[in-house]
T-cell receptor, first 114, second 111 residues
Framework: GAGVSQSPSNKVTEKGKDVELRCDPISGHTALYWYRQSLGQGLEFLIY????????KSGLPSDRFSAERTGGSVSTLTIQRTQQEDSAVYLC????????????FGPGTRLTVL | QQQVKQSPQSLIVQKGGISIINCAYE??????FPWYQQFPGKGPALLIA?????SEKKEGRFTISFNKSAKQFSLHIMDSQPGDSATYFC??????????FGAGTTVTVRA
């Protein structure tokens, strides 16, 4: 396949609902990252997976946010009890194990919490 | 707290002109400084990057200037073209993966 893919491209939800965002990395890439891009802000690091190592979760803003990566490939970012301040574009990126300096980004999921 | 400060927020340049975007950082442990280019509706794409052992890196019309003592780095886009119209983000990290991004600069190149 081509690049990193993300689904859905847009998600509108009501405050208090849970949402799941999906990321399919580039085939063969062992590293996967999630970022959040709020309006007028730069990208904010959320979480990093590298192979079978324990993920770096240091960027997750609260315990309502969680992410998993199954089989070393697809990743799901879950936001529980969504709040209006969670509205943002959620970007996923992947890179090869030896070239973590080159991250390839997906197009993002625009989340709107009403 | 933003670890990388980027300016200006936006700029307009005539075709053929030079676009200059500046970034400053505080964390002296940062050792990798990439620039990303983002078009509307797309994810950012790595444009050019530099490490602190060099003061300048050039790739085509894009040049990074790096001033370690001032903790500043900048992107110069020479001979700006309408296709360069995009949002540009500077970033920095210790090691390669945990990038701290600036807020972005929207560049508009007028034909």
């Amino acid at each position: 396949g081509a690049g990193v893919s993300q689904s859905p491209s847009n998600k509108v939800t009501e405050k208090g609902k849970d949402v799941e965002l999906r990321c399919d990395p580039i085939s063969g890439h062992t590293a996967l990252y999630w970022y959040r891009q709020s309006l007028g802000q730069g990208l904010e690091f959320l979480i990093y997976f590298q192979g079978n190592s324990a993920p770096d979760k240091s960027g997750l803003p609260s315990d309502r946010f969680s992410a998993e990566r199954t089989g070393g490939s697809v990743s799901t970012l879950t936001i529980q009890r969504t709040q209006q301040e969670d509205s943002a574009v959620y970007l996923c990126a992947s890179s090869s194990r030896t070239r973590t300096d080159t991250q390839y980004f997906g197009p993002g999921t625009r989340l709107t919490v009403l | 707290q933003q670890q990388v400060k980027q300016s200006p927020q936006s700029l307009i340049v005539q075709k053929g002109g030079i676009s200059i975007i500046n970034c400053a950082y505080e964390n002296t442990a940062f050792d990798y400084f990439p620039w990303y280019q983002q078009f509307p509706g797309k994810g950012p794409a790595l444009l050019i990057a530099i490490r602190p052992d060099v003061s300048e890196k050039k790739e085509g019309r894009f040049t990074i200037s790096f001033n370690k003592s001032a903790k500043q780095f900048s992107l110069h886009i020479m001979d700006s073209q309408p296709g360069d119209s995009a949002t540009y983000f500077c970033a920095a990290s210790r090691g390669d993966y945990k990038l701290s991004f600036g807020a972005g600069t929207t560049v508009t190149v007028r034909a």
